[in-house]
């Protein structure tokens, strides 16, 4: 996983908003939503769920 995607794992991670994340580093929702999906296929999960169970350790 790329250290962006790594970073809006940890942010969702933290509860954060798509929006919340874009403003907070800077990038459009777009992105935040690219880099998410690409942390599900990388990490082979299918849910918000599964994501927070994966990345909960990557949180700030």
Do not use: D, N, W
């Not at 954060?16 to 992105?31: G, N, P, R």
């Not at 935040?32 to 769920?49: D, N, P, Q, Y």
Request: net charge positive.
């Amino acid at each position: 996983m790329s250290p962006q995607e790594a970073q809006v794992c940890a942010l969702i991670a933290c509860g954060l908003s798509v929006v919340a994340i874009a403003l907070e580093l800077h990038i459009s929702a777009e992105t935040v939503v690219t880099f998410r999906k690409r942390a599900h296929g990388k990490l082979a999960i299918t849910s918000r769920g599964e994501l927070f169970a994966q990345c909960a350790g990557l949180a700030m």
